[in-house]
């Protein structure tokens, strides 16, 4: 059974960079080929789709967030990491981490295999 789990501070202070950390279980992040997003979802909006890595390591972002994210993994730890620089208070929301056998770039549910339960970051003063 696959399991992702987010974690990280909970409240950044605005212009920070925010880190959040998927640790996967059940499976190793670099035994197939498999994508792992991350994706928030905004109060009173819809879900955004921000990007991912493969498990051979490449990445790719949602050109709206004009290079503050970066999406790196520790494999010493089976984790996927979330960095979103020069944050702002619209960027307070619930971030998840989810898991497809392809290159989704999209938030329909269905299309990932796994989610997680979401880690929800606040930016503020």
């Known amino acids: 059974q696959v399991e992702l789990r987010e974690s990280g501070p909970g409240l950044v202070n605005p212009s920070q960079t925010l880190s959040l950390t998927c640790t996967v279980s059940?499976?190793?992040?670099?035994?197939?080929?498999?994508?792992y997003s991350w994706i928030r979802q905004p109060p009173g909006s819809y879900m955004e789709w921000l990007g991912y890595?493969?498990?051979?390591?490449?990445?790719y972002y949602a050109p709206d967030l004009r290079g503050r994210a970066s999406i790196p993994m520790d494999t010493s730890q089976n984790q996927v990491i979330l960095h979103l620089a020069s944050v702002d208070p619209k960027d307070s929301t619930l971030y998840y981490c989810?898991?497809?056998?392809?290159?989704?770039?999209?938030?329909?549910?269905?299309?990932?295999?796994?989610w997680g339960r979401g880690a929800q970051v606040t930016v503020t003063q």
């Open positions: 989810a898991e497809a056998p392809w290159p989704s770039t999209n938030t329909v549910h269905e299309q990932y295999d796994y």
């Open positions: 059940g499976a190793s992040i670099t035994a197939n080929l498999y994508y």
């Open positions: 890595i493969d498990s051979r390591g490449n990445t």
